[in-house]
């Protein structure tokens, strides 16, 4: 079966995702040991470990937000007609879409800010606004994603692969 090119974009995004959970539980891992058996430690393991987990998080909105595979509370949803679940999931899909849009916005000030301020790490003072140059990108990344679902929601919701779809 041949695959879409959104199917494998998001492949792509939570491979992103999936590599840096890897990092967070390795840095945890590597310093846990390192104190508990050498009294030793990785030089700026928290700012990295911090930063890292900032940039999970920001590239796992991204893959959660296109299937629709984030937390849900759905009460009223499980109780509404096709009609209303497809009107429900494109307000809340809106509503997400705004929230996401003004999160990168005030994230990508960040970014500027911490740059300009030349923010460093505490031990190998290396720069820290490249870590949240990548959070961002994974944010820009969610918002595209997220109006992409919005698009498909009015236009196409056939076109929906998540469990919880707007046409059963």
Known sequence: MKRSVMDRIIDTIEAIAA????????????????????SAQIPDSYDFGRMLLGILIFWGIAA????GTHITVDLVWAQANPRWKRIIDV??????????????????????????DHVLTFDLRLPTWP???????GDVSAVVLIAIRTF????????????RSAVE
Do not use: N
């Not at 809106?94 to 970014?111: A, C, E, H, R, S």
């Open 19 to 38: 590599v840096f959970v890897g990092l967070v539980a390795a840095d945890i891992f590597i310093s846990v040991m390192l104190r508990r058996f050498f």
């Open 64 to 67: 959660t937000s296109y299937r």
């Open 91 to 116: 307000f809340a899909t809106l509503v997400l879409l705004f929230v996401v849009t003004v999160q990168t916005y005030t994230l990508f000030d960040k970014v500027h800010a911490t740059y300009v």
């Open 131 to 137: 870590f949240f140059a990548v959070a961002w990108i």
């Open 152 to 163: 498909q929601l009015v236009f196409h919701p056939e076109d929906i692969h998540d469990t």
